[in-house]
């Protein structure tokens, strides 16, 4: 017995599911012919599809015919539910392509055919309806022809006639051979040329009244091939479904051999292993246990939890990517008295079946989000949640799904060593051709690093969805290349690969220039040439491109592309203003360069380095312990030399490792913590990991040299300087010998000070406060001005004012330091916060506060603290320099601070918020 596997596409309302009815009447395989519109179709088996009256999951039937089993996949037709069509392509032999005799060819139409194409399924065309009175063959087989393919010949004419025959000759030239030689063309060369995609043989007819069907099917016969399958077990999933008692159902291809219940099963990289509890045969609702079934068959087995649809079982390949994917963000609203954890797990079963929600819990928000194809779906998720779970949930506003790219090739560097582990990885990142989405490959030698730790390495690159550093959004069409890799016999393991993997990819992001990507639709308006004038201004204000626009009558054609976000419910609209006489037809062309993408970004204010969760620095390790490096100057610190540049004649990146050698160890830039940071610091590291510090002196908070506190030597911090020459060095007059040259410091030195945490930790400003706090605050601007007199580092003196209504915030010079006083709304600490994120990386920062929290904070933005106690012990010490260095002028400076409150007195009270 011959065996097909066929799936049948169309765009919706252009009766794919009558067809498949008629198909299994006319065949015998069901008795009574059922309608859509009267809710029993075989293939509708949901509730939610018989209200709709429209295709939402994908099923089977079986077709006996003769001496062929047909097992027919009926896909959906909405846009919303293309993900689903898809995948159910990647297990057919043929396809039918089913177009409405009224309607034409629309915008979906277009996209399945380039689906088609893409994963080169012959396909079979039935053009339904035919029975209408605007219906015209002719027409409509010459716009099949421009719009679809010029080898699409009529199957329905006279098929051993010359005209047909020359239709077929003029498609392929192998058929055009046989024509001259023998005068004719067989059924089998005709089979032969449509398995090759050379031919579309084309059908019309009237599903709803069965006619055309029976000879639709007769031609399904005889011009179909049996694939050809080898020994060794192969299936393809495509699809994850669970029954009426919730078992998990996995829905496949078996593509080699055979499969036997209780067979072990596992993936093609032999990473799990399962049995297989009972295979079933589906038709519509109703299955038949088998215990085994040969390849060319379809089939759904229980047993298997681990798989996954597009995987690849046995010795089939594994197809992790679709071209059609969702270009809206929801959030999922959920009841108040609703289990969080449990119904992520219920929405976790949901993914599993549809992999394209991606289903995300955004942990800083506490939202649960999930990506979608449009409002359809989102009315049908709503009702399957129901259903399934029993919970009434509500979907926010959709939004723009953004991604990102780079302009331009770039090397990362990912290096992650806290001590007891060590893996160092470079990639090259490169942009790649539109829609390409991630590739990745090895240019490493096995010498450089092991081929199991390389092959790890393009695993991480592959195994989860990568975000860029504009807006936090998913990368997308890149190459990525591993250029060299270093592992430790000893400290190495997988996950230290991970690590190091990850952190490549987002150092090199942070060098790149980064580009917004946003989807955009093709578009095709037919309508009256009187408005083809307000179209193409339409267009050009949505931020739209179009061609030159055709005409026909008094009819016009336009056509181009236009971004998502802009687009709205413009198809309305044409409608309205032409009477209804035009029409609008979309399909998702992919993503473009963002046309507001300065003003996308603002608006998301997605900060690359306070992503914790996606680290852009690296941790390097040195005297027994683990400190990170910023990504800006991870390769200063690099265990490994990399050179590439580009090659101007042929536009590739020429890769060269000079050198693979370890070099000598860099001592980290190291700021000695005090005793009280110990305890916060195990906290920040088990949470966030090892911290970079640098070194200082207890009592030097902000001086040139840097001191080890705990050895009580002097030592300095080296870095690899990017070239090594005489650029370097000076040359003594006087013992004519070459020094080292003394670099420069030019980073400036910054404290702030959170003023009411210290003002209330400090028992005379305390007391003073009681009586006074504008008194309280001055005395405190006075204290730190005669520090910063003698200290000449940068002070930023901070206050809450976020509880006074309406603030605006304000900032004032009070003698030489800042005095910041915090908008509505806005707490000291959060001030505090961003200023040190927005200057830490180029200057030395030191925040005083005893604020337990603020102080973790603190440290991950890579500044150092001071708790008001240690704040209190600096300035004692300055005040004894102070005296010690100035003894005549030190009673009047350090007694008479109430002497000199004066007229700034009054100005502090003007700011009481009390």
């Keep these: 017995m011959k065996r097909l596997v066929i799936g049948i596409l169309a765009h919706v309302d252009a009766g794919k599911t009558t067809l498949v009815e008629s198909m299994l009447y006319s065949t015998g395989n069901i008795r009574t012919l059922g309608r859509v519109d009267h809710k029993n179709a075989f293939l509708d088996t949901y509730e939610l599809e018989r209200d709709r009256g429209i295709t939402i999951f994908s099923k089977q039937a079986l077709i006996d015919y003769k001496d062929t089993r047909i097992t027919l996949l009926d896909t959906p037709g909405h846009v919303d539910f293309s993900s689903e069509m898809e995948r159910t392509l990647q297990v057919l032999d043929y396809a039918i392509l089913v177009i409405s005799g009224r309607d034409g060819v629309q915008g979906h139409t277009e996209t399945l055919w380039k689906l088609l194409e893409t994963y080169k399924i012959p396909t079979f065309l039935f053009i339904n309806k035919m029975d209408m009175a605007d219906t015209n063959k002719d027409s409509l087989l010459e716009e099949l022809k421009e719009r679809l393919s010029d080898n699409c010949v009529d199957f329905t004419i006279d098929n051993e006639g010359e005209d047909f025959l020359e239709h077929l000759a003029m498609c392929d030239e192998y058929l055009l051979n046989k024509y001259f030689d023998q005068g004719s063309i067989s059924s089998e060369d005709i089979a032969k040329s449509i398995k090759a995609r050379k031919v579309f043989p084309c059908y019309f007819g009237s599903a709803l009244k069965l006619e055309g069907v029976d000879n639709f099917i007769k031609g399904i016969d005889l011009y179909t091939k049996e694939e050809v399958y080898p020994n060794d077990f192969g299936a393809r999933v495509y699809k994850i479904a669970r029954d009426e008692s919730g078992n998990r159902l996995t829905f496949m291809k078996i593509t ?4 036997k219940v209780k067979m072990p099963i596992s993936d093609n990289k032999d990473t799990w292993e399962e049995k297989i509890d009972q295979i079933r045969s589906y038709s519509g ?9 040969a390849a060319g068959s379809i089939c759904a087995v229980t047993g298997l939890t681990k798989t996954y649809p597009g995987e690849g079982l046995g010795r089939e390949v594994t197809i992790n990517r679709t071209l059609l994917e ?3 963000n929801y959030q999922i609203i959920l009841p108040p008295a609703c289990n969080l954890n449990e119904m992520l797990s219920n929405l976790r079963q949901l993914e599993e079946e549809d992999p394209q929600l991606q289903i995300v819990w955004n942990e800083k928000l506490k939202e649960i989000h999930v990506k979608l194809m449009g409002e359809v779906q989102v009315e049908i998720y709503k009702s399957l949640i129901k259903e399934r ?14 991604k990102e790219t780079i302009e331009e090739a770039v090397v990362g560097v990912g290096h992650f060593e806290p001590l007891g582990h060590y893996a160092e990885v470079q990639l090259l990142l490169e942009p790649a051709k539109r829609g390409s989405g991630i590739t990745c490959e090895s240019r490493c030698s096995e ?19 990568h975000i860029g550093v504009l807006t936090g959004s998913t990368i997308t069409d890149m190459k990525i290349t591993l250029l060299a890799g270093r592992a430790h016999q000893n400290h190495t393991e997988g996950g230290d690969f991970r690590q190091a993997t990850y952190r490549a990819i987002r150092q090199g992001l942070k060098k790149a220039k980064s580009i917004l990507l946003e989807p955009y639709y093709n578009f095709r308006i037919e309508l009256p040439q009187v408005n083809l004038g307000r179209a193409m201004s339409d267009i050009q204000h949505m931020h739209g491109r179009f061609y030159p626009p055709k005409t026909k009558g008094d009819m016009a054609e336009l056509s181009g592309y236009v971004p998502v976000s802009t687009l709205g419910d413009y198809q309305t609209q044409i409608s309205s203003y032409t009477s209804g006489r035009g029409r609008m037809m979309l399909t998702l062309k992919g993503y473009e360069p963002c046309h507001n993408a300065n003003e996308i970004i603002a608006n998301m204010g997605y900060d690359s380095e306070a992503d914790l969760d996606n680290p852009t620095g690296s941790i390097f390790c040195s005297h027994g312990a683990g400190f990170l490096v910023k990504w800006d100057e991870v390769e200063n610190y690099m265990h490994l030399n990399n050179e590439w540049s580009k090659d101007k004649d042929n536009h590739d990146i020429n890769s060269k490792i000079v050198s693979q050698q370890t070099k000598p160890a860099k001592s980290p830039s190291y700021r000695g913590t005090l005793e009280e940071d110990k305890e916060l610091e195990s906290i920040f590291t088990r949470t966030y990991g090892p911290i970079e510090r640098k070194l200082h002196s207890s009592r030097n908070v902000f001086g040139n040299e840097n001191w080890d506190t705990t050895k009580g030597e002097k030592n300095r911090a080296y870095k690899k300087s990017s070239k090594d020459n005489l650029d370097n060095y000076n040359k003594d007059s006087n013992d004519n010998k070459w020094h080292i040259k003394k670099k420069v410091d030019h980073r400036k030195n910054f404290l702030l000070v959170d003023g009411y945490n210290i003002i209330f930790a400090w028992d005379e400003l305390k007391d003073l406060a009681n009586v006074n706090l504008a008194a309280a605050r001055l ?5 730190l001005s005669n520090y910063q007199g003698y200290k000449k580092n940068a002070i930023i003196l901070v206050f809450d004012a976020y509880k006074v209504e309406g603030g605006k915030g304000e900032t004032m010079e009070y003698k030489n330091i800042h005095v910041v006083f915090t908008k509505e709304a806005e707490t000291a600490d959060m001030y505090i916060e961003k200023v040190t994120r927005d200057i830490a990386r180029k200057h030395n920062v030191m925040v005083a506060t005893s604020d337990r929290v603020e102080q973790m904070i603190i440290l991950g933005q890579g500044a150092m ?20 260095n100035y003894l005549d002028n030190t009673p009047r400076r350090m007694t008479s601070i109430g002497e000199q409150f004066g007229e700034e007195l009054e100005k502090f009270k003007n700011y009481k918020n009390e």
């Design 256 to 259: 080699g051999g055979s499969i």
């Design 285 to 293: 609702t109703k299955f038949q246990n088998v215990n085994e079934l």
């Design 326 to 328: 969702p270009v809206l």
């Design 389 to 402: 779970f029993g919970v009434e949930v509500e979907f926010g506003t959709g939004n723009i799904v953004y």
């Design 447 to 465: 010498d450089v690093l092991d081929i199991n730790w390389q092959k790890l390495v393009l695993t991480h690159i592959q195994e989860k969805e």
């Design 779 to 783: 005395k405190l601007a006075d204290i």
């Design 865 to 884: 603290r001071l708790s008001a106690n240690e704040l209190k012990e600096e300035i004692e010490f300055v005040k004894d320099e102070i005296r010690t």
